[in-house]
């Protein structure tokens, strides 16, 4: 069995400020953070004696989960279990990162996001410059405002080729064609993000393949589907593994999207899909043209 686990624990503090985000600057409790610390620690024994199962895991914390050390320790952990095929974390980098040496680099990865305003871009790509010297996998990304276009140009002009920037949709804008152009040219692949997908009855791997976990243990089939389908801590998440369609009209983040079947992008993720890289970075030139008239059409699903 192969199974992605999205775990997110109580954990909701972020050391940025993003006008955007809920959580910006937002301070845990002691009591809090030792709980969270507690549910990771119950997390990860889990994960360590499920050996029949092929897990992949991605750690998608409301607030930043690298400046507190359990997850690092997570993270390391996990990475040399041998039924571990990855394990990543949404992280902002601000925290530093060579404590990734100390993991096994063929199943650890990152999903860094840059925030202008929130850092420097040179203290950002010196991040970035540490976790390509040891070999680590990671995606970078950014929030396609329109006041952050030319921060994200040279972030892109200054990441080698290799490494593969995404672009999420500003939540609630609507971009035009020469916007979404713009924001095109830097990832091929934002008109995935750029508009809803209607995904009511579509076929998706949530709560068949993939689940999403809470710090008490809670399974539900994704992080936007609120019923309970089982805890991981009883065991009654095995039977509750079916296919499923979604019940929700849209689905509009990257984390339940990737996962809808008429989309393939497991596919075009083969490899990287917890960590955002696609199968073949950068994409050939027949694939690029593809895309890009892909992106030009939409792709909202009908």
């Known amino acids: 069995m192969n199974l992605s686990v999205l775990y997110r624990g109580p954990l909701a503090s972020c050391n940025y400020d993003c006008p955007y985000c809920p959580f910006a600057k937002r301070h845990d409790p002691p009591d809090l953070l030792r709980e969270d610390r507690a549910a990771l620690e119950r997390f990860t024994t889990w994960a360590a004696d499920t050996t029949d199962v092929n897990l992949s895991i991605l750690f998608t914390p409301w607030g930043e989960g690298l400046t507190r050390g359990w997850y690092r320790d997570a993270v390391v952990t996990l990475s040399h279990l041998p039924h571990v095929d990855r394990v990543a974390i949404q992280t902002n980098l601000a925290a530093r990162v060579d404590w990734l040496a100390e993991a096994d680099l063929t199943s650890a990865a990152l999903w860094a996001t840059y925030h202008p305003g929130q850092v420097t871009r040179e203290r950002f790509l010196a991040r970035c410059d540490t976790l390509l ?8 990304g950014v929030v396609g405002f329109p006041e952050h276009l030319a921060e994200a140009r040279a972030l892109r002009d200054a990441l080698p080729p290799s490494v593969y920037l995404w672009v999420n949709a500003a939540e609630g804008k609507r971009y035009t064609p020469s916007e979404e152009s713009e924001w095109t040219t830097l990832d091929p692949l ?69 996962h809808l079947k008429p989309l393939g992008l497991r596919d075009v993720f083969a490899g990287g899909v917890l960590e955002r890289i696609p199968a073949v970075w950068p994409l050939p030139d027949e694939a690029l043209s593809k895309r890009v008239g892909f992106v030009g059409l939409g792709t909202t699903l009908t």
Do not use: M
Request: proline share 5%; charged share 20%; net charge positive.
């Open 133 to 140: 010297r040891t070999g680590v996998r990671f995606s970078v």
């Open 190 to 258: 934002f008109g995935y993000s750029v508009r809803p997908h209607v995904s009511l009855d579509r076929p998706c791997h949530a709560g068949e393949t993939a689940i999403s976990v809470d710090g008490d243990g809670t399974v539900r089939r994704c992080h936007f589907i609120k019923e309970k389908i089982g805890s991981l801590y009883d065991g009654s998440w095995r039977a509750a593994l079916q296919p499923r369609p979604c019940v929700n009209s849209i689905c509009d983040c990257h984390i339940g999207y990737v």
